[in-house]
């Protein structure tokens, strides 16, 4: 038999379902009897028969000998790699962790600003000092960019002390960056290479798909199992693939950020998802490409909306997971939410993402022709139908590549902050971050030097009544910043 076809997670709980074991063990509800009536009557109660607590029959997520191991090592040779840990807190955890690992308080990361705000917070626990790069602005696609690897060179130059270098790709768009020779620069100065591949866990098998992180020489890469493949929301993994690293406190670190009452539902759907990709993973992303490519075809033919190809982002010397699909609105007048307002309210549609300029769809396993169909005809539906008034929104960030004179963490910490108008911070150290949507990127991060070009950016996002992650108030008149 095939290894690669069992799944020793699932048939473990499978097999101790089928027995009815009678529970005096958490949680509560006791195989499904204790839930809410309603709930019980829409979902039925049979899954939660797998809705266990860490004993011996199961496995432990922080220690595991049995079957939790075995699904492991299972993940590790589908993906090629050294060892494999199932998340059950998401990719976020799997950043964070990546941090603790590579990184001691007081080192230095070179990451892009570009990144999920994941990598704050583990930049926050690790103690780390974060060396920012600045995305590039593509403002005929609307997007933006992942440093390329002439940028990462140059930055391991002019700072040599770094640790590691931190990469997102694919971008939620869908982007990937060079990794192959980015992970060849990143080693040749000795450092480590991460990776957020939270977007690419299907990459690895269909070959007309980019090539992932852990082909491409990454030391820690984490994915979204639960994103593209067919594991339940949470279920990623963290792959470690490197001669530098230490393994063990790539363990250590991971159990000490993961809970200790796991969901054994999400742990066996990560097993399954593995068993399914590495089986019928080529036939099933084969369908998703094709599909994908009919729709990105079919928009390509309205009056107001496109979504770029895989050679335009190649022309660009990127490359594209077209399973994505970033639909560019800006010709309708009308701005991505709106779009998805109007999908979500009036055809039961549902997007991944919207800002000003996009809507972001993403295809999965579970994405069939139906699905696509109904998307390109409603969308065509409201490019007759809808018509808005004509925007001048330009994407733009302003220079990021700030003085960092605090760490994250310290800033973090400290109870030494005060307010100060909008119109008078630069200078000032922040002691908040403020993500605007869209570019959906920090443009102030605790520990940094405010500058004039940041406050007049926000200013102008002030005046135009954009709401700012992070601003704390109802308006954003003020900053808060560090007291000296």
């Given at each position: 038999m095939n290894k690669q076809a069992q799944a020793p997670i699932f048939e473990t709980l499978?097999?101790?379902?089928?027995?009815?074991?009678?529970?005096?063990?958490?949680?509560?509800?006791?195989?499904?009897?204790?839930?809410?009536?309603?709930?019980?009557?829409?979902?039925?109660?049979?899954?939660?028969?797998?809705?266990?607590?860490?004993?011996?029959?199961?496995?432990?997520?922080?220690?595991?000998?049995?079957?939790?191991?075995k699904a492991q090592s299972l993940m590790a040779d589908a993906y090629g790699v050294k060892n494999s840990f199932f998340l059950v807190n998401g990719?976020?955890?799997?950043?964070?962790?990546?941090?603790?690992?590579?990184?001691?308080?007081?080192?230095?990361?070179?990451?892009?600003?570009?990144?999920?705000?994941?990598?704050?917070?583990?930049?926050?626990?690790?103690?780390?000092?974060?060396?920012?790069?600045?995305?590039?602005?593509?403002?005929?696609?609307?997007?933006?960019?992942?440093?390329?690897?002439?940028?990462?060179?140059?930055?391991?130059?002019?700072?040599?002390?770094?640790?590691?270098?931190?990469i997102t790709s694919p971008t939620y768009n869908g982007v990937t960056a060079d990794l192959v020779k980015i992970s060849e620069i990143v080693h040749r100065h000795g450092k480590f290479l991460l990776v957020d591949e939270a977007h690419g866990p299907h990459l690895k098998f269909h070959e007309d798909l980019p090539i992932s992180a852990v082909e491409a020489g990454a030391d820690l890469c984490v994915q979204s199992t639960h994103k593209v493949l067919s594991a339940l929301s949470q279920g990623s993994v963290l792959h470690f693939n490197s001669e530098i690293l230490d393994i063990n406190r790539v363990k250590k670190v991971i159990s000490m950020l993961q809970t200790t009452s796991p969901n054994y539902l999400i742990l066996a759907?990560?097993?399954?998802?593995?068993?399914?990709?590495?089986?019928?993973?080529?036939k099933i992303l084969e369908r998703v490409i094709r599909i994908a490519e009919y729709a990105r075809k079919k928009l390509n033919q309205t009056r107001h909306f496109f979504s770029f190809t895989r050679k335009?982002?190649?022309?660009?010397s990127y490359d594209l997971d077209v399973t994505k699909l970033t639909i560019n609105v800006t010709k309708s007048g009308l701005s991505g939410q709106e779009i998805d307002a109007i999908l979500s309210k009036e055809y039961n549609i549902q997007v991944d993402a919207a800002d000003l300029f996009n809507l972001i769809a993403i295809l999965g396993t579970g994405t069939d022709k139906t699905d696509i169909d109904h998307l390109v005809k409603t969308l065509e539906e409201i490019?007759?139908?809808?018509?808005?008034?004509?925007?001048?929104?330009?994407?733009?960030?302003?220079?990021?590549?700030t003085e960092m004179v605090m760490m994250p963490r310290e800033v973090f910490l400290s109870k030494k902050t005060k307010r100060v108008p909008l119109s008078k911070a630069?200078?000032?150290?922040?002691?908040?971050?403020?993500?605007?949507?869209?570019?959906?990127?920090?443009?102030?991060?605790?520990?940094?030097?405010?500058?004039?070009?940041?406050?007049?950016?926000?200013?102008?996002?002030?005046?135009?009544?954009?709401?700012?992650?992070?601003?704390?108030?109802?308006?954003?008149?003020?900053?808060?910043?560090?007291?000296?």
């Open positions: 499978l097999a101790r379902a089928k027995r009815k074991v009678t529970s005096f063990h958490t949680p509560g509800h006791k195989n499904g009897k204790g839930l809410d009536k309603k709930l019980k009557e829409f979902t039925g109660k049979s899954a939660y028969y797998f809705d266990v607590t860490v004993f011996p029959e199961v496995d432990s997520l922080h220690d595991p000998v049995s079957s939790i191991k990719s976020t955890v799997g950043n964070q962790a990546m941090l603790l690992s590579a990184c001691n308080p007081g080192d230095s990361v070179i990451v892009s600003r570009n990144a999920h705000k994941s990598i704050l917070a583990g930049i926050i626990l690790s103690g780390v000092w974060p060396i920012w790069l600045q995305p590039k602005v593509d403002q005929n696609l609307d997007i933006l960019f992942e440093p390329q690897p002439e940028q990462i060179e140059a930055a391991l130059n002019q700072f040599p002390e770094a640790k590691a270098v931190f759907s990560i097993d399954l998802a593995r068993r399914q990709a590495i089986q019928n993973g080529e335009e982002i190649q022309a660009r490019d007759s139908k809808y018509r808005g008034t004509a925007k001048n929104w330009t994407l733009q960030i302003p220079s990021l590549s630069a200078g000032h150290i922040s002691a908040q971050t403020l993500t605007p949507y869209p570019p959906g990127i920090p443009v102030l991060i605790p520990g940094e030097r405010i500058t004039e070009e940041i406050c007049n950016y926000l200013t102008n996002l002030s005046e135009k009544e954009l709401r700012v992650s992070g601003q704390e108030t109802d308006t954003l008149r003020t900053i808060k910043v560090v007291t000296v």
